[in-house]
Nanobody, 126 residues
Framework: HVQLVESGGGPVQAGGSLRLSCVTSGYTAGRYCMGWFRQAPGKERVGVAVIDRDGRTGYLDSVKDRFTISRDGTKNTVYLQMNKLKPEDTAMYYC?????????????????????WGQGTQVTVS
């Protein structure tokens, strides 16, 4: 049974940092493309950062140079380090997993290819 559990969200002031974690179970995370997506109220879910099975990463343009996605295979955990946070980063952040082989760019723009999702963690920047 595949499970993804996110944590690390919360309120933060603009310019601050947060690190989100996604703990996976029920499968070997290293065999999956993992991604962080976010959804603000009334808006569609968008890809923020992805890391494929080979470690290649992709980022939403507005978070490049501020966010970093990484994977710890020994802990089956995927992280999203978020620095220099802005109010427009406020959203529910979701971790997703996909076994589809695709480029990071494809992964960022095709959330429908992610089969497994966590429950989300709220990030609020003021």
């Amino acid at each position: 049974h595949v499970q993804l559990v996110e944590s690390g969200g919360g309120p933060v002031q603009a310019g601050g940092s947060l690190r989100l974690s996604c703990v996976t179970s029920g499968y070997t995370a290293g065999r999956y493309c993992m991604g962080w997506f976010r959804q603000a109220p009334g808006k569609e879910r968008v890809g923020v950062a992805v890391i494929d099975r080979d470690g290649r990463t992709g980022y939403l343009d507005s978070v490049k140079d501020r966010f970093t996605i990484s994977r710890d295979g020994t802990k089956n955990t995927v992280y999203l380090q978020m620095n220099k946070l802005k109010p427009e980063d406020t959203a529910m952040y979701y971790c997703g997993a996909s076994r589809v082989i695709m480029t990071p760019t494809q992964a960022l723009t095709t959330s429908s290819l992610f089969r497994f999702w966590g429950q989300g963690t709220q990030v609020t920047v003021s």
